[in-house]
T-cell receptor, first 113, second 114 residues
Framework: NAGVMQNPRHLVRRRGQEARLRCSPM?????VYWYRQLPEEGLKFMVYLQKENIIDESGMPKERFSAEFPKEGPSILRIQQVVRGDSAAYFC???????????FGDGTRLSIL | AQSVSQHNHHVILSEAASLELGCNYS??????LFWYVQYPGQHLQLLLK??????LVKGIKGFEAEFIKSKFSFNLRKPSVQWSDTAEYFCAADSGAGSYQLTFGKGTKLSVIP
């Protein structure tokens, strides 16, 4: 399957732990976007990355959240010291260029105990 | 700031009924518009998109949407729904060429009763 791959599908963490969410873009895509969907809400933009560069992180919370897209390997969304309010579905999307439609992964559902 | 509103939270229809899901956006400039569908347990899939040109856009699976600039609307339609159309539908917008930040509505759950 050459689609956007996210793992894990479900992630359970206790308060204070770290959560790492991974995203491998579609083959040939170098633009990656992360979105968060809180319960009963639409998806909200978090960050836009290209290889080794953060282009726009205007939707990222100022603390505890970080993202990277290294030269090799998947994009990682990292949440440190998780709190209950971080429980959400996190979706990754990719595109070939910034102008092309974004293709989404299955999402990672993060639950905080 | 740009926003996207979807009027219905949950729509229940019988098979063969016609469907119209409302979507309004608030942005005065150039805009690209999208409808995505999320089937149960699956990822978001692009149904159709409007960038420019003919305001009546045809998508996959018999769906279409009409861009009405004067009403800031981009409603999704299908003449006859099937049970397999049961899913959640999201309207989204970005602010035109070179833009990448999608703004999504809250989604509309469609349940089709056989």
């Amino acid at each position: 399957n050459a689609g956007v791959m996210q793992n894990p599908r479900h992630l359970v963490r206790r308060r204070g732990q770290e959560a790492r969410l991974r995203c491998s873009p579609m083959k040939g895509h170098s633009h990656v976007y992360w979105y968060r969907q809180l319960p009963e809400e639409g998806l909200k933009f978090m960050v836009y990355l290209q290889k080794e560069n953060i282009i726009d992180e205007s939707g990222m919370p100022k603390e505890r959240f970080s993202a990277e897209f290294p030269k090799e390997g998947p994009s990682i969304l990292r949440i440190q010291q998780v709190v209950r309010g971080d429980s959400a579905a996190y979706f990754c999307a990719s595109s070939g260029t910034a102008d092309q439609p974004q293709h989404f992964g299955d999402g990672t559902r993060l639950s905080i105990l | 700031a740009q926003s996207v509103s979807q009027h219905n939270h949950h729509v229940i229809l019988s098979e063969a009924a016609s469907l119209e899901l409302g979507c309004n956006y608030s942005y005065g400039g150039t805009v690209n518009l999208f409808w995505y569908v999320q089937y149960p347990g699956q990822h978001l899939q692009l149904l159709l998109k409007y960038f420019s040109g003919d305001p009546l856009v045809k998508g996959i699976k018999g769906f279409e949407a009409e861009f009405i600039k004067s009403k800031f609307s981009f409603n999704l339609r299908k003449p006859s729904v099937q049970w397999s159309d049961t899913a959640e539908y999201f309207c989204a917008a970005d602010s035109g060429a070179g833009s990448y930040q999608l703004t999504f509505g809250k989604g509309t759950k469609l349940s089709v009763i056989p």
